[in-house]
């Protein structure tokens, strides 16, 4: 069992349509991330958020949008998405990444695996 | 590119054997990485290398780093079925190390 929570598992939607997937920790965590996996390949991030701020936003469309309502929660809004886009969205936090120059493991959700149709 | 860069791309074993993975970056680092993740399933943190170390064990993982030929190696010994995953090395980078770079990885198939 991971200590960070994803859901849907698996969500399948069109291209016209508006979902979000949602991430969820409570080890008191205050770095969140998003990351998308194709297939075979490694995670590539697209979003950090350091203190319920967003840090990093790695030039990802704005189809896709994050949100961090509060230190625990962390929200992926999808809308309008493209076939490309169907991927595996892992979320990750870390500990306090202002401190110990970084020297922090990240922790995984299990993923949620997005199919367009 | 910060990114590390794995090899082999893929290595099949027989249960029992050692298994070596490699890792190259391109620029200096504060520390580096190795995650393991099974199919279908996130990635698992396996082990820490900080920059002022040149190795460090954890249960069957010896990881080393070379911060002149920039690069780390993973050996996994006694290698089981269990331990048929992926595995990427990750670099930080940022003003704090908060971005993770991932390297292609190397797929490890351990056969009974």
């Known amino acids: 069992d991971t200590e960070v929570t994803q859901t849907p598992k698996h969500l399948v939607m069109g291209m016209t349509n508006k979902k979000s997937l949602k991430c969820e920790q409570h080890?008191?965590?205050?770095?969140m991330y998003w990351y998308k996996q194709k297939a075979k390949k490694p995670p590539e991030l697209m979003f950090v958020?350091?203190?319920?701020?967003?840090?990093i936003n790695e030039s990802v469309p704005s189809r896709f949008s994050p949100e961090c309502p509060n230190s625990s929660l962390l929200n992926l809004h999808l809308h309008a998405l493209q076939p490309e886009d169907s991927a595996l969205y892992l979320c990750?936090?870390?500990?306090?990444?202002?401190?110990?120059?970084?020297?922090?493991?990240?922790?995984f959700g299990d993923g949620t695996r997005l199919s367009i149709l | 590119s910060q990114q590390g860069e794995e090899d082999p791309q893929a290595l099949s074993i027989q249960e029992g054997e050692n298994a070596t993975m490699n890792c190259s970056y391109k620029t200096s680092i504060n520390n580096l990485q190795w995650y393991r993740q099974n199919s279908g399933r996130g990635l698992v943190h396996l082990i820490l290398i900080r920059s002022n170390e040149r190795e460090k064990h954890s249960g069957r993982l010896r990881v080393t780093l070379d911060t002149s030929k920039k690069s780390s190696s993973l050996l996994i010994t006694a290698s089981r079925a269990a331990d048929t995953a992926s595995y990427f090395c990750a670099t930080p980078w940022g003003n704090y190390g908060q971005n993770f770079v991932f390297g292609p990885g190397t797929r490890l198939s351990v056969l009974p």
């Open positions: 958020y350091s203190y319920e701020k967003l840090s």
């Open positions: 990750a936090s870390s500990q306090d990444p202002w401190t110990d120059g970084g020297n922090q493991p990240q922790h």
């Open positions: 080890m008191g965590h205050r770095a």
